[in-house]
């Protein structure tokens, strides 16, 4: 089955943390990986996504991921925090083809505290 | 661009009345999917089209959600009659053709808050 888990419901740090969040899936073939943001009271962003070729990628604000194709994982990381990173996460898979749909994982609320 | 658009952004109606919830998706995208978001359930797909056409509807919660997408620019989704447990956000995302090269995220509009009392 088509699945994305992410590791931690909710996660809160203090200001200059370093984060990590986890995030594994269930999926056949290959597949693109992206991370979105829910900033409070807004929709999803894009933060960063996979798409081939160097399996660490970097995004916006800070934040890069690691692919790691024997783990089928697809980590989330931030050397230090600022409050302003106070938001939900979502890892999110989907399949090579126009007909694949996005499975979202369940998302991490992650809390900054100043 | 304009980014997705989707109106009306919040809509407060009454148990049993009709809904019609709209979005417009970024020219030249031929994905649409709609999500319902809240947070007992967190984020769910609804249903999606490629090229105006539905391909998965598996998501729809039952026979009183129906959604269309008559052209490329333009889809809605209908709750006919609405519950109180309708109540959520609903976003509209839409994303690139997959060509070489194009990873095809999606891009997501500012969500519906509908509100069923």
């Known amino acids: 089955a088509q699945s994305v888990s992410q590791h931690n419901h909710h996660v809160i740090l203090s200001e200059a943390a370093s984060l990590e969040l986890g995030c594994n899936y269930s999926y056949g073939g290959t597949v693109n990986l992206f991370w979105y943001v829910q900033y409070p009271g807004q929709h999803l962003q894009l933060l960063l996504k996979y798409f081939s070729g160097d399996p660490l990628v970097k995004g916006i604000k800070g934040f890069e991921a690691e692919f790691i194709k024997s783990k089928f994982s697809f980590n989330l990381r931030k050397p230090s925090v600022q409050w302003s990173d106070t938001a939900e996460y979502f890892c999110a898979v989907r399949g090579k083809t126009s007909y694949d749909k996005v499975i979202f994982g369940p998302g991490t609320s992650l809390s900054v505290i100043p | 661009d304009a980014g997705v658009i989707q109106s009306p952004r919040h809509e407060v109606t009454e148990m049993g009345q009709e809904v019609t919830l709209r979005c417009k998706p970024i020219s030249g995208h031929n994905s649409l999917f709609w999500y319902r978001q809240t947070m007992m359930r967190g984020l769910e797909l609804l249903i999606y089209f490629n090229n105006n056409v539905p391909i998965d509807d598996s998501g729809m919660p039952e026979d009183r959600f129906s959604a269309k997408m008559p052209n490329a620019s333009f889809s809605t989704l209908k709750i006919q009659p609405s519950e109180p447990r309708d109540s959520a956000v609903y976003f509209c995302?839409?994303?690139?053709?997959?060509?070489?090269?194009?990873?095809?995220?999606?891009?997501f509009g500012p969500g519906t808050r509908l509100t069923v009392t």
């Open positions: 995302a839409s994303s690139q053709p997959r060509l070489a090269g194009s990873s095809y995220e999606q891009y």
